[in-house]
């Protein structure tokens, strides 16, 4: 079966300072690969997604970036936060990309402070 | 034009009691899923719907997509304390476009 997770659970980080958030599918191959963003008590808004190795698609411009180093691999990395990038950021996988399900993995709390 | 309306915002409700909520978008949508997000994790699905007029049942879970494709509403019977969280209808506008998501409904049940 498949399964997806991402880590770290919760990150406090200063203003300015780096971030790196991991995500990682397994039991499927060529999946499609999502970060969305939760603000408290909204809905969530699609950051980036990815059809394959190397191919990254922004939704919105923003302080963020994300990358697909293996098939089965997202990773979203800022070089400087923002307070406003405080959130619940939220990896998911796809099968197919329009009408596909998706299957979230557990959230990263970011508190930037 | 391809955002998703849901309501109501939040609920307060009694146990046992029935709930209902629903999803509305001025686009048509080919698919409609309702996800429910328990505090501090991701959101998981609960139903899937493919078909204009289908009706699904999960349990206690029923969810409807509308005849014109612009609308689906879940009903929830009979709640339980452990039907606390966040529910969000979600789905792909017609004609290529990722995922979209409603702003959710809190749903509260005081035991």
């Known amino acids: 079966s498949q399964t997806i997770h991402q880590w770290p659970a919760t990150l406090v980080q200063p203003v300015g300072s780096p971030l790196s958030l991991e995500c990682t599918v397994e039991?499927?191959?060529?999946?499609?690969l999502y970060w969305y963003r939760q603000a408290a008590g909204r809905g969530l808004q699609l950051l980036f997604y990815s059809v394959g190795i190397g191919q990254i698609s922004s939704e919105v411009p923003q302080n963020l970036s994300a990358s697909r180093p293996q098939d089965r691999q997202f990773i979203l990395s800022s070089k400087k936060l923002l307070l406003s990038d405080s959130g619940f950021y939220l990896c998911?996988?796809?099968?197919?990309?329009?009408?596909?399900?998706?299957?979230f993995g557990e959230g990263s709390r970011l508190t930037v402070l | 034009g391809q955002q998703l309306n849901q309501s109501p915002q939040s609920m307060f409700i009694q146990e046992g009691e029935d709930v209902s909520m629903n999803c509305t978008s001025s686009?048509?949508?080919?698919?409609w899923l309702w996800y429910k997000q328990d505090p501090g994790e991701g959101p998981v699905l609960l139903i899937a719907l493919y078909k204009a007029g289908e009706l699904t049942s999960n349990g206690r879970l029923t969810a409807q997509f509308g005849i014109t494709r612009k609308d689906s509403f879940l009903n929830i019977s009979a709640s339980i304390p452990s039907d606390v969280g966040i529910y969000f209808c979600?789905?792909?506008?017609?004609?290529?476009?990722?995922?979209?998501f409603g702003a959710g409904t809190r749903l509260t049940v005081k035991p």
């Open positions: 686009s048509i949508f080919n698919t």
């Open positions: 998911a996988w796809s099968k197919t990309r329009f009408t596909g399900e998706l299957f």
């Open positions: 039991g499927t191959s060529n999946p499609n």
């Open positions: 979600a789905g792909p506008p017609y004609n290529n476009n990722d995922m979209r």
